[in-house]
């Protein structure tokens, strides 16, 4: 174990310090207020602190440490002029209850412009926090219209079977009773399997285009059109829009409402889960009721939202264009550099990602134990990327899904290129080299669902686990 594997409670010296209060009160504290033996404390010198957070903060990775090609998640640049900004004594110094100040409400009401500008919706709601949260706001505004208009059986929801887990999650969340459209052999929504569920028990359907296999939904027209004449409405997930912007917009495609990740597409953090911002976009005849819906306290993560706006304003009108163009030709570039090592089950032009299923080489063929997406995931932290999301969208076994997005220069491009190459050799030639990576971590594989499920966060407990 390495000096500073060790938890602050085992570098502990009794008497050792590195911080001494000042004297004691001298008013009397009543006994009954009194613990009855002292806290048991770590006890340290300041240098000894210094070093065990800064090695913990080291054991984390994030954008701001290494390439982070997680598919589905946009992991872009976070520019610290976000930061800058956000930190300015003007916005801190804010009350939550003071959100409706000239100078706060103006910035919400130039976000609504901007984000209706590149999205052609007609206006925008920013109390979701997250994109799933957003979702369900969403169906919310779905639901209240056919209410509004009395018609009461709109209970039913489609969703294409390559969509993102939170869609089905949102709707029946929103009491919406959930119908799967399947994908053809494109990996497209498969137009034939559409038409017979459409009718008048459909409230709408959630869509993602580019859908979450990076490829564009080619015949959204006529799907919106087919969706609309059955009294449906379109709903947009937009949480990775990027490769759209300046491109094409969700309104001018026939979608109603939607929502954006600002902790995606506007480069603002995703941190542990949070707080992000999902604003959600609608049409006209839907504005009412988008301010309607109650879904949180205040107008939404301002703090995030003025990120969001600084992003930008910086990038301005004409430059916001070309981050939706970059980050899908980063993607090609890796497709296609990887391809002839990498399963590539659709080969089409991508958008913002692609979908690898597998070596092409796993082994298989010459009787060696085979070396799995996982492998190749783990074997990725060696070499000091983040690996990209695996096991999702659910259509491919292998499935390993990666987006590098517009903020990452050619030369990294290439040398996660080389490294995904070398990997595929190291494969082949010794695979048990794979099948237990990584080798450079802190830790190696943790039971990954009980590590989500049960983590443990206490030192006695924590104690046993690093034994
Ligand atoms: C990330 C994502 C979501 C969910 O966003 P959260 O902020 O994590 O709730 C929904 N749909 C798609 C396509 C996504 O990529």
């Known amino acids: 174990m390495k000096y500073y594997d060790k ?24 006994a009954s207020l009194k613990r009855g033996s002292a806290p048991a404390l770590p006890q340290v010198s300041e240098v000894d602190v210094v070093r065990h957070y800064t090695n ?60 209706a500008a590149i999205t ?28 509004r208009r009395g018609d009461f059986a709109r209970t039913r929801v489609i969703v294409p079977d390559s969509a993102h887990g939170t869609n089905p999650a949102s709707a029946a969340v929103c009491g919406l009773e959930i119908v799967e459209v ?32 990076g490829l564009f939904e080619g015949e959204i027209k006529e799907i919106a059109q087919l969706v609309h004449d059955c009294g449906g409405l379109l709903y947009y997930d937009g949480a990775n829009m990027n490769p759209l912007l300046g491109v094409v917009r969700p309104g001018d495609m026939g979608f109603d409402i939607m929502h954006l990740n600002l902790h995606k597409t506007f480069s603002t953090p995703h941190g542990g889960g949070g707080p992000g911002s999902g604003p959600v976009g609608v049409c006209e ?56 090592v990498y399963k590539l089950p659709i080969q089409t032009v991508c958008k913002h990602e692609f979908v690898f299923d597998g070596l092409v080489d ?66 082949a030639s010794d695979p048990d080299l794979l099948h237990n990576a990584p080798h450079n971590t802190p830790i190696s594989r943790p039971d990954e669902t009980r590590a989500a499920r049960q983590p443990v966060v206490k030192f006695a407990d924590s104690k046993q686990l690093l034994n």
């Open 362 to 427: 796993d082994g298989s063929s010459t009787g060696k134990s085979g070396a799995t997406t996982l492998d190749v995931a783990k074997r990725l932290l060696d070499y000091g990327f983040h690996a990209p999301t695996i096991y999702f969208p659910l259509l491919f076994h292998q499935a390993l899904m990666i987006e590098p997005t517009e903020t990452e220069s050619k030369e990294t491009l290439d040398c996660f290129i080389d490294v995904m190459r070398t990997i595929a050799a190291e494969a």
């Open 120 to 147: 052609g919706m007609k206006h925008f709601t920013f109390k979701p926090c997250a994109g799933a949260h957003g979702e369900l706001t969403g169906l919310m505004i779905m639901r209240e219209y056919h209410l």
């Open 56 to 115: 913990l903060s080291q054991m984390n990775f994030g954008v701001d440490t290494g390439f982070y090609p997680l598919g589905s998640c946009t992991m872009k640049y976070n520019p610290k002029i976000n930061e800058e900004v956000a930190a300015m004594p003007a916005f801190t110094a804010i009350h939550p209850l003071q959100e409706n100040v000239p100078g706060i409400r103006e910035i919400y009401e130039a976000m609504d412009k901007s984000l």
């Open 285 to 340: 005849k839907l504005s009412d009721i988008a301010d309607d819906v109650f879904v949180s306290g205040f107008h939404g993560n301002f703090g995030v939202i003025l990120r969001a706006y600084t992003y930008i304003l910086m990038l301005g009108r004409e430059n916001i264009k070309l981050a939706g163009k970059y980050a899908t030709l980063s993607a090609n570039y890796i497709k296609e550099s990887l391809k002839d």
């Open 182 to 213: 399947k994908s053809n052999e494109h990996g497209l929504v498969d137009v034939n399997d559409l038409k017979p569920l459409l009718g008048p028990d459909i409230a709408g359907i959630m869509m993602t285009n580019p859908n979450t296999l």
């Open 7 to 30: 938890l602050i409670f085992e570098l502990s010296k009794s008497g050792r310090s590195g911080f001494s209060l000042p004297q004691a009160p001298t008013a009397p504290i009543p």
